[in-house]
């Protein structure tokens, strides 16, 4: 017993180590949790093209030696407000619009990057994240954006119900839907933000629909699918960065593979709405009918 | 993720309390109302005023504009060119319109229960970082008594009937203090009792004073069960008490070659083909 408890305790004594956990507790809380509405409202597209659309603003703010989060932020949010502006203003679909935003942006953060002499490194950090290289101040500006996001969240938490529930109702009831909307964009750039240093770019999308999907296999209720969502997140992280200090695996794909089998499992097992209810409840039923 | 193209409300008159309007005015007025979509007609020249407490059928084929006109009367779509009037103002200003969406609008998976939906309704009178206070329970409790969901307040939204579904919309809307309830083709798909028992709540609603409007091409309830009908093929081709709008030449004109007209008690009708898919 005290084996494992060593083997569990151990790797955080590594500072660079604890950090990682630090870094990947916040995320694993705070993306997961808005992550929920990014599946209720079908809008996983567009958080994985928000999370490519800002490597721009990342690799600006690398350049000029600003926090990351700045830059980010700053062109998520502008690409944001200018896809709900090509899609409201024109006749082009939203989804065409987000693409071509997307891959744009995505080639000029690429593109910058190409231009320094440690391409390939940096590359690999912002396409696959770099959780072990947090540093301090960073893990303290990436604590106050998590608590400014649950903040927000909390506070809108009925109106972001009713705006995923039913935007028509929303309407109906006279609230500020463009304004929600687009405070949830924000949010979703705030947390891809969050998520890239743990997971980067490439898997980014994983954080955000992943705990979230699985949590809703799990309960029919909204604040019981956001606690869910959060623990997923959280227990991911911390087996992800074990998996990945004792078998030298990278750590953010480490994460990413416990969020999926953790998905798998519940897909599998999951009372009610699991693979294996519905098999058995399919098989009742024609067992039933073939008596009639 | 779907943007909304309707109308939002601006966040400045959201942090405004809600007002109250005057009660001398008609509930729902409207002049020479015209809408298009691109260059398609929706509505033309659309004219008529409800006085309040009536239960109003809007009865045409498909694509005739029902939806449309609700929208328009709901304040989620911008009117053409025309007057819409709610109690004398503009419909945006209103949080007293409920407005009962299409079984098909609804996404019933979705996480909330019963009770989630029906104080759904109240989130704006609640106010802005406020929890539901014990008053707005009151509300809520008292909404799904009225109609008979209370029983079922514990449960997800997706394993009620579809008349239980439709019942816990309108305690949606009574949870609202809604003065005007807009439905959409409530009663499509529902047997005898569930339709029955929606019909005793409308008729609860309008011993409040509450107007009611409901959207159907069902030209025999219409007959049989409202005060008011508003015959609607984009144009509006009568607006009256059912024995009076719903004369035949009326029907014909409204439904074209759908209708058969018979000799009738109410009225002389009908038989109707529902399939007025090509009618638009």
Not at chain 1, 266 to 282: K, M, N
């Amino acid at each position: 017993m005290a084996g494992i408890l060593a083997l569990l305790v151990e790797p955080f004594q590594y500072p660079f180590m604890l950090r990682a956990l630090y870094a990947a507790l916040i995320v694993g809380v705070a993306t997961p949790v808005l992550g929920t509405y990014v599946v209720l409202r079908g809008m996983a597209f567009f958080g994985d093209a928000l999370a490519h659309i800002i490597l721009p603003g990342v690799v600006i703010a690398f350049l000029l030696g600003w926090p990351l989060v700045v830059g980010a932020l700053a062109v998520g949010i502008t690409a944001a407000l200018l896809i709900g502006a090509i899609s409201k203003h024109t006749d082009i679909k939203e989804d065409a619009a987000i693409g071509v935003v997307f891959a744009g942006a995505f080639a000029l953060g690429v593109a910058l990057i190409s231009t320094q002499r440690s391409y390939a490194v940096d590359l690999a950090h912002i396409l696959f994240g770099d959780v072990l290289g947090v540093s301090t101040a960073d893990l303290w500006l990436m604590a106050g954006i998590a608590a400014v996001v649950l903040i927000t969240i909390f506070a809108f938490y009925k109106e972001f119900l009713v705006l995923s529930f039913d935007p028509h109702l929303a309407a109906t009831l006279r609230l500020p839907v463009g304004f929600l909307q687009n405070l949830l964009l924000v949010l979703l750039a705030a947390v891809l933000v969050l998520s890239i240093q743990a997971v980067g770019v490439a898997l980014v999308l994983a954080m955000l629909v992943t705990p979230a999907s699985t949590a809703y296999l799990l309960t029919r209720r909204l604040p019981v699918m956001m606690l869910y969502s959060a623990g997923m997140g959280v227990l991911s992280a911390v087996i992800g960065l074990l998996i990945s200090f004792y078998w030298n695996v990278a750590s953010g794909p480490a994460i990413v593979l416990v969020e999926t089998a953790i998905f798998a499992l519940v897909f599998v097992l999951a009372p009610g709405r699991g693979w294996l209810a519905r098999w058995q409840t399919s098989r009742e039923q024609r067992s039933a009918s073939s008596y009639r | 993720m779907t943007l909304v193209s309707e109308r939002s409300t601006r966040v400045q008159d959201f942090l405004r309390r809600p007002s109250e309007h005057a009660h001398d005015a008609d509930p729902i007025q409207i002049e020479d109302l015209t809408v298009h979509f691109n260059d398609v007609l929706a509505l033309d020249h659309v004219t008529f005023s409800l006085p309040g407490g009536l239960r109003t059928a809007v009865i045409g084929p498909n694509g005739a504009g029902k939806t449309t006109l609700f929208n328009i009367i709901a304040g989620t779509l911008a009117p053409g060119s025309g007057i819409v009037r709610i109690y004398g103002e503009k419909p945006r200003g209103h949080v007293c319109i409920a407005h009962v969406p299409q079984r098909s609008r609804v996404d019933w998976d979705f996480p909330a229960s019963v009770a989630d939906v029906v104080m759904m309704g109240r989130v704006r009178k609640i106010g802005l970082f406020r929890l539901p206070s014990r008053a707005d329970w009151g509300y809520v409790h008292e909404a799904m008594q009225r109609v008979g969901v209370n029983d079922l307040q514990n449960r997800q939204i997706g394993d009620l009937s579809g008349g239980q579904q439709q019942r816990v919309f309108l305690a949606q809307a009574l949870a609202q203090e809604a003065e005007i309830v807009l439905m959409d083709e409530p009663l499509t798909g529902l047997d005898l009792p569930s339709q029955e028992a929606i019909f005793n709540i409308l008729e609860d609603l309008k011993s409040n004073g509450t107007t009611v409007m409901v959207a159907t091409h069902d030209i025999s309830m219409a007959a049989e069960r409202f005060d008011h009908v508003l015959l609607l093929n984009h144009r509006l081709i009568a607006s009256g008490p059912p024995a009076e709008a719903l004369r035949p030449e009326m029907l014909l004109e409204g439904f074209g070659g759908h209708v058969h007209v018979l000799p009738g008690d109410v009225a002389d009708i009908l038989v109707t083909d529902d399939c007025c898919g090509g009618g638009e």
